[in-house]
Structure formats: C-alpha cells, structure tokens
C-alpha cells in the first residue's frame, strides 16, 4: 500500500488568477505531494497572498472602478442633458423668431394706418377750422363751444398719430441722429416755456432747481433731446393733481450729466412699473385721470435716451409721483 | 495724424447711393482722402455703385467688398446700404492688390495679393495688411496661408470674407474701379501708426467632443466613423436636422456651430456648416483637418456683448494709450443672426471701449481673418487665422 502509493505520485495543481493593481494574471503552482505538511504550509502561504491580494484590490482599485463608472454615467448624462437644451433652445429660437415676424407684421400695420388716418384727420382739422374761425358764416355760442370740442378732439387724434409715427420711425431705424456737443440749458428753457400753458391751466408749478448757470456739453441730437424732454415734462404736468409741483434738475459728473424730473403727482402702481416703457403701455390710475394717451412716449423716450448712449430709469410709489433720471455721456473734448 | 470718417447711404439708383455715402464721408473729413474703404449691399448693381463711389472719392487708393450687412458709427444698417470710411494721413501710404481666381488655387490667390501688394511698398515692407477674400469659391484658412507665404507666418493681418446678404451665391471685391468676384483684395498699410487687434466669438461648447475621422479641405465627412451630419442628428433630432440636408444652406447651423481646439487661442477656432449633402458630409466655411477633436458650440447674447466689448477692450489695450482715430469691424453674419434686431448691443458695447465718436465702419462677414487671440505685441505669437463666428476688431491711431 505504502509502496503503490510512492509509485504513484500524484500531483495537485492549483490555478489562481492574482490581481496586481490593474493587470490580472494567472499563476500555477505544480508540485509533487509527497509530504502532507508541504502541502499545508504551500497552501497557507497561497491562501494569504490571495487574501492580500484581494485586499488590495477592494481598497484600490475597485473605488477607481466605481468612479470610473460613474463618471462615465455622468458623462453619457451629461450628453443627453446638451442633447435636450440644444433642442428646447432651437425651439425657443424658432418661437422667437416666429414672434418676431408676428411684431414687424403689426408694426408696419400700424404704420400704415397711422399714414392712413394723417391726411383725413388734417382735412378735419382744416374744415373745422375754417367753420370756427366763422368764414362760412357766424356761429352760435353753444354751436362754437361743440365745434371746439371737435377740433381739440381731433388734435389729440393728431397727436395719437404722431406718436404712432414717431415709435415706427423709432424703430425701423428710419431717424438719423445728428450727435453735436449740446448745452441742455437752453433746451430745457425752451421746453419748460411752451409747457407753462398747460400747467397754469392745471395749477401745477413747474420749477427748475438750482438752474446751474454752466453745464458740460452733452453728446446729444438736439431735436430728439427736445422731444424727450416735452414727453417726460409733459406726463410730469399731466399726471400732477392740481397744486402739485414738477421740479428739474441738472447733475453734472466726469463722464455724464444726469436730468432728475420729479412729479408729485399719481405715481404708478408697483405691479405695473416693470412694463413703463413697452409699447402701448398705460398704468391704469392713469387712464382714469388722461383718458387719452398713445402709452407710446416713453417708449420713444427710452429708445432716443439709449441711442445717446444714455440710461433711463425712475423710482415711483402710487399715489406719492414719480421721479425719472436719466443721462446722457458728456461730448467728448474734439 | 490720422482723420477718418464714415458715409451711409441707401436708396434705389445704385450709382447714387455710392456717390452719396462718399460724398457723406467726405464732407466729414474735409480734405482729398488717401485711402477709401466701400462695403456695400449686393442689392446695388456693383459697377454702378462703385462708379458712384469713384465719382467722388477720385484717386484715393480704394478698397472694399461686398457684405450681409454694413455697420457704421450709427450701428448696423437697418437696410441694404452702401457704406464709406474715408481716411486721410500724412504718416501712413496704403497699398492695394487683388489675387484673382481663388476657384483654381486659394493659396496662390492669396501669395499674389500679398505680392501684388507689397511690391508697391518701399523695399517690399509692409507694417500691417487688410485682406477681403471671397470664400464661396475656395477655402478661406488656404487663402490665409497664401497671404503669410508671402509675408512671413507672423505677420500681423486682418480681415473678413465678402458677403452676399446670406444668400452665399456669390460676393464681389472691389479695387479701384473695378470689381471683381471670386477673388481677394488685399490692403497694405506702410508708415507710422499704432494697430490694436481684437478677436473673440463668445461661443461655449455643449456635449462630447468627436473625433475627426474624414476630412478633405472644408469637406467635413466623418466624426467618430460616422457620418458628419449624425452630430447635428444627436442635438437636434434626426426631424430638424433633416432641414439641414433639404434646404439649400444649413441655415439652421449657422447658431450652432463647430468648434475646434487650436494652440494659441484660449477659445475653441470656429467652423461654421454650409452646406450639408446626401451623404451627410458637411461643408465648412474653412478647413478642418483629419484628426481633430471637434464641439458642437452654442451662443447667448449676453456672452456675445460681453466677448465684444472685451475684444475691443484688448484693441485699446495694445494702442499704447493712443486715442482711436478709425475702427474697422469684421463681424460675422451668424453674430448678427444670433442677435436678430438687438445687433445694436454688440456694436454699442463695443463702441464703449473704442469710443462713440470715433469713425467706425465693418461689416457682416463669411469669415474673419485674424491673429490666434489678437496677439500683435508678440510678433513670434502672431498667427493669423481664419476664423468664424468670431468679432474681429480693427483698431487705428498714431
């Protein structure tokens, strides 16, 4: 028995794959059993490299897999993410545009009606005037009183229109600027003379400040200047109440001068404030006190400011008035 | 000294309304210019409208190129126009040529202009070069490397491809009285002066970025093994990017376009898609070549403005604290449709740094030439590019 068993040699192979870092190799270990303590003390020894090696490789290089995975994850996320914003984005760039066609259409629309409605609306203005001034023959005082209403009626309409024009011209870019070193002084004095009608008529006292006698030149075109300043007096007057005060007031810095109107008329509603400068814009408490109004002049106001290379803002509480800035950059010296 | 001014008409007779945006300039400059610059509208009939310009501007050295669209001091054009920049300076001699038949050879067009140029010049030196390439008929970064063959591979140049107010037909290049198509011109600039050069585009990459796996010029055939067309597939959808393939001009990918990495510019080079074909290859506005890694780019306003007024910052910036007496803009077309009607913001933004006044005349461009980042302090660092997409900021003083 002893003897066939040291004829018959037996051999036991062991095969175990061994992780190193990030290679793994295979490893065989051949050898004869011959002696049962060999063979425990090979296999203890076997045992503990391959529980080293696993080890090794749970603390190492598994997380590295983990992370790899998951970056990959995010990465292939990440894709999908670009994938959907790219789409949502040449969606919301079609709308836009498809908007945007929308507005040219309703703006030339408008123009077209504004032309339309000028030429019968200044033949109104001529045959009322005509009737008034009493060449066709005299009038009664009750028959004057109505034809008056008419004819300012009608001029309102006129200015409605203009105004219409005015935002069109604005933003088809049909207006060309003429940008010179300008002194605002006079500009304002101007302004502030042909508004005293209308504010004697209101009972509204329209004062100009602290009038500095000398003011740095502003880069401005001088009829548009003009234009903003009637449309930002104008509101200031029309939405006082009666006994209110419209001041003005003059800021010259380095690079800029800053024009302050203050009313302390109506004001304009906190929930309506951001909307003050679109188009066809009209705060509710103002269309119960001016029935009429375009709402287009501060939009054309806006527009012109910021062609000067200007900015416009105001700060309004309802009911208290309203008190607009705005600037303009100060001519450079040539 | 160096004065300049800018004239803008519009109007129906194309030789009026060429006559008239010179004479504008000139009222304003006061005095016979040395040197015109004329963009115009291909609604005009070319001749005429070049005609019209000659009338006035006389013998000056004269310039110019076909547009998709003009910008002047006051902004862009709102409509088709003809625009003039005159320049008048005791201290710099403008030199002018054209290479003709880009079709046959894009390099040797561009050597030749250069040639053409600076044999004109005292012992062959030029200081600076304007160049005004048609790209529809070859590919625009060859014309570059043309231009460089002959003045050196850094040298400072500028310039902006021809347009055709997107209609990408065919654009013309004016030289004296003559106008020509398919060609360049090219402008030398000899003398003493200061030149500030701004270039940014603004655009960010989305997603991963593919391989190049075929590419011949500007012929785009193959990202990843697949074909070119199947990355505008992935971020569209296979619906919207079909467009791509059955309209005439992937207009759709102008807002979208590719980008790829270069050394010396810290932002990704531009490649605007043209055209897409059966296949699926795209057709570049320039060439991308084999092997590189390219991103699909995406735009915003906001960045748009902000890279503008940084580019014209970074013009200032190498003037030596010289006051800016003309700035020239080479703005690409896909900019103005990003921006839609607010292109205003992005040249008002920059007319805050270059100041508002200062004459000022670009236009909307089929490609922009100019040095990787604007470098032009560092001549060893100058490499002038083709780029797309991109603002590029000419920026003049003495």
């Known amino acids: 028995m002893n003897k066939k068993t040291q004829q018959r040699r037996v051999f036991v192979v062991l095969l175990l794959p061994l992780a190193l870092f990030f290679a793994v190799a295979g490893t065989v270990f051949l050898f004869p059993h011959e002696n049962i303590l060999h063979l425990v003390s090979f296999l203890t020894a076997l045992l503990l490299s391959v529980a080293i090696q696993a080890a090794v490789f749970q603390r190492h290089i598994m997380p590295n897999v983990v992370e790899l995975q998951k970056f990959k994850q995010i990465a292939s996320e990440q894709e999908k993410g670009a994938q959907m914003l790219v789409r949502r984005d040449l969606e919301l760039t079609r709308a836009n545009e498809q908007l945007r066609k929308l507005d040219e259409v309703k703006?030339?629309?408008?123009?077209?009606?504004?032309?339309?409605?000028?030429?019968?609306?200044?033949?109104?203005?001529?045959?009322?005037?005509?009737?008034?001034?009493?060449d066709l023959g005299a009038l009664s005082e009750e028959q004057q009183t109505f034809l008056f209403k008419a004819y300012e009626s009608n001029d309102r309409m006129i200015a409605l229109v203009n105004d219409m024009l005015g935002a069109d011209r604005i933003e088809s870019g049909k207006i060309r600027y003429q940008f010179a070193p300008l002194s605002l002084l006079p500009v304002i004095d101007a302004v502030l003379f042909e508004l005293s009608p209308l504010a004697g008529a209101k009972g509204v006292a329209v004062q100009f400040k602290n009038r500095p006698e000398k003011i740095p030149?502003?880069?401005?075109?001088?009829?548009?200047?003009?234009?903003?300043?009637?449309?930002?007096?104008?509101?200031a007057v029309k939405y006082s109440r009666a006994g209110g005060t419209v001041l003005i007031a003059l800021?010259?810095?380095?690079?800029?001068?800053?024009?302050?109107?203050?009313?302390?008329?109506?004001?304009?509603?906190?929930?309506q404030q951001k909307s003050i400068f679109e188009r066809f814009f009209r705060a509710s408490n103002a269309v119960k006190v001016e029935t009429d109004g375009s709402g287009l002049g501060l939009f054309i106001v806006k527009s012109i400011v910021e062609k000067h290379g200007g900015r416009i803002w105001f700060e309004s509480e309802e009911g208290k008035g309203v008190t607009f800035y705005f600037t303009l950059p100060v001519a450079q010296a040539v | 000294?160096?004065?300049?001014?800018?004239?803008?008409?519009?109007?129906?007779?194309?030789?009026?309304?060429?006559?008239?945006?010179?004479?504008?300039?000139?009222?304003?400059?006061?005095?016979?210019?040395?040197?015109?610059?004329?963009?115009?509208?291909?609604?005009?009939?070319?001749?005429?409208?070049?005609?019209?310009?000659?009338?006035?501007s006389k013998n000056a050295v004269l310039v110019g190129c076909s547009t998709a669209g003009e910008i002047t001091t006051d902004g862009p054009a709102k409509r088709h126009?003809?625009?003039?920049?005159?320049?008048?300076?005791?201290?710099?001699?403008?030199?002018?040529?054209?290479?003709?038949?880009?079709?046959?050879?894009?390099?040797?067009a561009g050597r030749k202009t250069a040639e053409a140029v600076k044999e004109q010049a005292p012992g062959g030196v030029l200081n600076a070069f304007i160049m005004l390439p048609d790209v529809l008929t070859g590919n625009g970064a060859d014309i570059v490397r043309g231009v460089l063959d002959s003045l050196g591979a850094h040298f400072p140049v500028v310039g902006g491809a021809a347009g055709d107010d997107f209609e990408f037909k065919k654009t013309y290049q004016y030289l004296g009285d003559k106008v020509y198509s398919g060609a360049v011109i090219g402008l030398g600039l000899v003398g003493n002066f200061k030149m500030g050069i701004g270039v940014k585009h603004g655009w960010i990459p989305v997603g991963a970025p593919k391989k190049v796996t075929k590419s011949s010029g500007a012929v785009l055939h193959e990202l990843d093994g697949k074909p070119a067309i199947k990355i505008y597939e992935d971020y569209f959808g296979a619906e919207r990017?079909?467009?791509?393939?059955?309209?005439?001009?992937?207009?759709?990918?102008?807002?979208?376009?590719?980008?790829?990495?270069?050394?010396?510019?810290?932002?990704?080079?531009?490649r605007d898609p043209i055209t897409?074909?059966?296949?699926?290859?795209?057709?570049?506005?320039?060439?991308?070549?084999?092997?590189?890694?390219?991103?699909?780019?995406?735009?915003?306003?906001?960045?748009?403005?902000?890279?503008?007024?940084?580019?014209?910052?970074?013009?200032?910036?190498?003037?030596?604290?010289?006051?800016?007496k003309a700035v020239i803009i080479f703005n690409c077309i896909a900019r103005n449709k990003l921006f839609g009607d607010r292109s205003g913001e992005e040249i008002g933004a920059i007319q805050e740094e270059v100041g508002r006044d200062t004459p000022l005349i670009g236009f909307y461009t089929y490609g922009e030439q100019a040095p990787l980042g604007g470098e032009v302090r560092n001549m060893s660092k100058c490499n002038p590019a083709f780029h797309n997409e991109t603002v590029v900021i000419c920026v003049l003083g003495e």
């Open chain 1, 107 to 134: 703006s030339s629309f408008i123009s077209v009606v504004a032309h339309q409605l000028r030429t019968p609306l200044s033949g109104i203005k001529w045959t009322l005037n005509l009737v008034l001034k009493g």
């Open chain 1, 217 to 235: 030149l502003v880069r401005a075109d001088a009829e548009q200047m003009r234009a903003v300043l009637q449309n930002l007096l104008e509101n």
């Open chain 1, 251 to 271: 800021a010259a810095g380095n690079r800029e001068v800053t024009v302050t109107i203050k009313d302390d008329g109506i004001g304009i509603p906190q929930e």
């Open chain 2, 1 to 56: 000294m160096i004065q300049a001014s800018v004239g803008l008409s519009e109007g129906e007779d194309s030789y009026a309304v060429g006559a008239n945006a010179a004479q504008d300039a000139l009222d304003k400059l006061g005095g016979e210019p040395n040197a015109v610059i004329v963009f115009s509208s291909v609604q005009y009939d070319q001749e005429k409208m070049l005609a019209g310009v000659r009338s006035v």
């Open chain 2, 81 to 108: 126009s003809v625009a003039v920049m005159a320049i008048k300076s005791p201290d710099i001699a403008f030199h002018a040529g054209v290479g003709e038949n880009i079709a046959a050879d894009a390099r040797v």
């Open chain 2, 241 to 270: 990017a079909k467009e791509l393939k059955t309209e005439a001009l992937a207009r759709l990918a102008i807002t979208y376009p590719l980008g790829m990495q270069v050394a010396g510019s810290e932002e990704l080079l531009i």
């Open chain 2, 276 to 324: 897409v074909d059966e296949k699926g290859s795209i057709t570049c506005a320039a060439e991308i070549p084999e092997g590189s890694e390219i991103r699909l780019m995406i735009g915003s306003r906001e960045e748009a403005v902000k890279v503008a007024q940084e580019a014209a910052k970074n013009a200032v910036s190498q003037m030596d604290g010289a006051a800016p």
